[in-house]
């Protein structure tokens, strides 16, 4: 069995692949200070409790946008799998043809969301993740990676917008029943909500006519599907396209035998 594991900025998702098949996944919160083997007693309590055995696992493949948690996750898997992990970076095989001016510069995270997309859906592409940032993936006709968006996410922007205004609550991300907020709370919720969505959708239509023919539009990460119940462009939400991706990058970098 092959374990996925994608490392965001403020959570981490790991998922156990049997052949193609996604047998379990689980969310936990992403923790800088952690140890190995702190993150290895974590990884060994979900397997157990999900019944799985730790001996089971063959493979592991890591994508991470936190550089530092690196090799306390790649520790992780050499003392309690004794599997050297495959770290998504330069020199590993993705299939993906990324045309941007420094290649390397393309998060881990957006080169596994393309290969899958591309796998899944084939271009022309727009992937948008809703995670700690909101990022806005092109993938073109020819399925080369063009580039794209990068926007501030709905958490932290929440968030900035408790800390800067001395006045405004700490409130739940949701949908209002209203845009025209009756108290505070609502108003808030109103307008970061139908906010993101208009910017959402306000991206996309600009993306559109930089590609030869209209893309599809799929949506990823924890909030695509309260997003996508309002937005115009989204077509599809795939909230395992980054675990898909990593699947396929495993299969592309196993050695013949």
């Not at 006045?167 to 907020?181: N, S």
């Amino acid at each position: 069995m092959l374990l996925v594991i994608d490392v965001g900025n403020t959570n981490i998702m790991l998922g156990i692949y049997q052949e193609k098949e996604l047998k379990k996944w689980w969310r936990i919160s992403t923790n800088r200070e952690q140890t190995d083997d702190e993150y290895g007693i974590i990884v060994l309590n979900l397997l157990q409790q999900s019944g799985f055995e730790a001996q089971n696992i063959s493979a592991i493949v890591i994508s991470s946008v936190v550089p530092t948690l690196r090799y306390p996750l790649e520790k992780m898997g050499e003392k309690y799998f004794h599997i050297s992990p495959l770290i998504v970076g330069p020199g590993i095989r993705t299939g993906l043809n990324i045309l941007m001016d420094n290649p390397r510069e393309v998060g881990a995270d957006r080169v596994v969301n393309a290969v899958a997309g591309i796998d899944l859906y084939g271009g022309p592409l727009i992937i948008v993740d809703f995670g700690t940032a909101t990022t806005f993936c092109a993938i073109s006709e020819k399925n080369d990676y063009l580039g794209g968006a990068i926007a501030p996410g709905i958490g932290i922007s929440t968030e900035a917008l408790f800390q800067k205004a001395a006045k405004l609550p700490r409130i739940e991300f949701a949908k209002p029943r209203r845009v025209i907020g009756k108290d505070t709370v609502v108003s808030m919720q109103a307008g970061i909500y139908y906010g993101f969505v208009g910017q959402v959708d306000g991206i996309v239509r600009r993306m559109i006519p930089e590609f030869g023919r209209k893309p599809f539009v799929v949506g990823t990460g924890g909030l695509a599907g309260l997003i996508a119940r309002e937005s115009e462009t989204i077509e599809e939400v795939n909230y395992f396209l980054t675990l898909v991706g990593l699947r396929i990058i495993h299969s592309l970098n196993v050695k013949p035998g």
